[in-house]
T-cell receptor
Framework: EAQVTQNPRYLITVTGKKLTVTCSQN?????MSWYRQDPGLGLRQIYY???????DKGDVPEGYKVSRKEKRNFPLILESPSPNQTSLYFC???????????????FGNGTRLTVT | GQNIDQPTEMTATEGAIVQINCTYQ??????LFWYQQHAGEAPTFLSY????GLEEKGRFSSFLSRSKGYSYLLLKELQMKDSASYLC?????????????FGPGTRLSVLP
């Protein structure tokens, strides 16, 4: 089944303890992206990747890192989490980054992170 | 970033028709997407407009005018399961499409 898999679904951690949220897709998609979603602020893009070893900042990259060593995986790393990073996180992927084609984003099921 | 505007909330009755508007400021000429998101779930793809005009897909239609920076999603014969948030993702200013940015979303409540 074609899907984007995020883990974990729920995570409670403490300030400063490094964590990684994994994201994997099995559709051979070039484009992958991370979003956070907060009440009243909608989906905001953190980082995106056009292909292996190509990543770029979105609108809210501070406090996050990503890597794209393999096409299928795009982990989100919080080196020193803080309470303002408490949020619902979504990973997404699409076939091609060029939006002249109908290549919608496929989303993972989300990771609800709480930082105390 | 882009300035994308959608109504925050809308309410409609089962069986009715509702139009959700999206306005944006961009010079991009690529397509616009609409997504549906039920509470606590991931967004799912609804529709795509690559050209100006109306695209119809069952009970859902979407309209795009790139010169006016305007789109709408039309939902007909509303059902209770249509209660969700609806997100528009306009063309990016760089014309390349890698920066998928979403509007704030419109939360639609369908009442019996």
């Amino acid at each position: 089944e074609a899907q984007v898999t995020q883990n974990p679904r729920y995570l409670i951690t403490v300030t400063g303890k490094k964590l990684t949220v994994t994201c994997s897709q099995n559709m051979n998609h070039e484009y992958m992206s991370w979003y956070r979603q907060d009440p009243g602020l909608g989906l905001r893009q953190i980082y995106y990747s056009m292909n292996v070893e190509v990543t770029d900042k979105g609108d809210v990259p501070e406090g996050y890192k990503v890597s794209r060593k393999e096409k299928r995986n795009f982990p989100l790393i919080l080196e020193s989490p803080s309470p303002n990073q408490t949020s619902l996180y979504f990973c997404a992927s699409s076939l091609v980054p060029d939006r002249s084609y109908n290549s919608p984003l496929h989303f993972g099921n989300g990771t609800r992170l709480t930082v105390t | 970033g882009q300035n994308i505007d959608q109504p925050t909330e809308m309410t409609a009755t089962e069986g009715a028709i509702v139009q959700i508007n999206c306005t944006y400021q961009t010079s991009g000429f690529n397509g616009l997407f609409w997504y549906q998101q039920h509470a606590g779930e991931a967004p799912t793809f609804l529709s795509y407009n690559v050209l100006d005009g109306l695209e119809e897909k069952g009970r859902f239609s979407s309209f795009l005018s790139r010169s006016k920076g305007y789109s709408y999603l039309l939902l007909k014969e509303l059902q209770m399961k249509d209660s969700a948030s609806y997100l528009c993702a306009p063309p990016p200013p760089d014309n390349y499409g890698q920066n998928f940015v979403f509007g704030p979303g419109t939360r639609l409540s369908v009442l019996p």
